[in-house]
């Protein structure tokens, strides 16, 4: 038998290859999972002896954290602007750098009353979901093409916001097929990586699916598409906001700016990561 302390010690060594300076965060979150407690449960618990399914449980997350297996896919759920989402293998796992282009959705819709709000590309639903949290007024619409990802979004829309929300199978490569109300605001953080660029990604992010990733030739194939067949969608006063890559910024800023006035922003780590385009 090995106390909590002793398996976070244990999981920490084991991980400072993979995870370096985050060693002992991953352990700390791997024995959580593996115990199903939180952090202030595990602190209470170091000097006790876990049982010896959690030990077993937790020795294989470490195994797959060291074969490359993303910490938050063997989680099972992450956090974004302080909800919890599921994710797993076949979905994207939310950025920190999305979550402020959720509070930037935010500002928008307060700011203007905005009614319904259309999530593009959507993945686990983090950025629709949690505007239809912090947003009681609003209706949401998430996009979403491929099935497993689809899978883990329908997942993750509750029963309380299933009045507001509605998930919907689409190509946001083409045209909307469906009849809905219109939006007042578009969101999207669509895949833009360079096709060519997506072979010397890391490994843990090449474990992600590559159709959340690849954005085409020149990364922009999803804002030419959107800008095409989402944007005349948008009333005069809409709204809408892009992530995008730290170099494309002024290339997305120049398909969206037929549809009115662009600006672009920057992340909290200085990169321009946002486009915003005001109807
Ligand atoms: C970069 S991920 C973003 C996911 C989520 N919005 C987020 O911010 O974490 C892009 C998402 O677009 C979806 N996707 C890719 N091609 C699509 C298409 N043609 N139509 C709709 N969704 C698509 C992918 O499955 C993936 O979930």
């Not at 959720?102 to 593009?120: P, Q, R, T």
């Not at 979403?144 to 979004?153: F, H, W």
Request: charged letters at 25%; a negative charge; glycine letters at 8%.
């Amino acid at each position: 038998m090995s106390t909590y302390s002793f398996l976070r010690g244990v999981g920490k060594k084991a991980l400072d290859g993979v995870s370096g300076a985050d060693a002992a965060f991953e352990s700390m979150e791997l024995l959580g999972a593996a115990a199903g407690l939180d952090r202030t449960a595990l602190l209470l618990k170091k000097d006790e002896e876990a049982p010896e399914q959690v030990a077993a449980k937790f020795y294989s997350f470490t195994e797959r954290r060291l074969k490359g297996e993303p910490l938050q896919y063997i989680i099972g759920t992450w956090d974004f602007c302080g909800f919890s989402y599921t994710v797993g293998p076949g979905v994207l796992i939310p950025r920190p750098e999305t979550e402020e282009l959720a509070f930037l959705c935010e500002a928008a819709i307060k700011k203007n009353a905005y009614k319904v709000v259309y999530d593009l590309c959507a993945g686990t639903g983090c950025i629709g979901l949690t505007l239809a949290r912090l947003c009681p007024e609003i209706e949401v619409r998430l996009f979403e093409k491929y099935p497993k990802a689809l899978s883990y979004l329908k997942k993750n829309v509750p029963e309380a916001l299933s009045r507001r929300v509605r998930v919907i199978e689409a190509d946001v490569l083409k045209p909307p097929r469906h009849k809905l109300p219109l939006p007042d605001l578009i969101v999207s953080n669509p895949p833009y990586i360079e096709s060519a660029a997506l072979p010397g990604l890391q490994k843990e992010v090449l474990s992600e699916p590559l159709t959340a990733l690849d954005g085409g030739d020149d990364g922009l194939t999803f804002y030419r598409a959107i800008a095409a067949h989402w944007l005349p969608l948008l009333p005069p006063g809409g709204f809408a906001a892009f992530e995008c890559g730290e170099t494309q910024a002024e290339a997305v800023s120049e398909l969206m700016k037929p549809f009115g006035e662009t600006e672009t922003l920057r992340d909290f780590y200085g990169n321009e990561r946002f486009v915003t385009l005001s109807r």
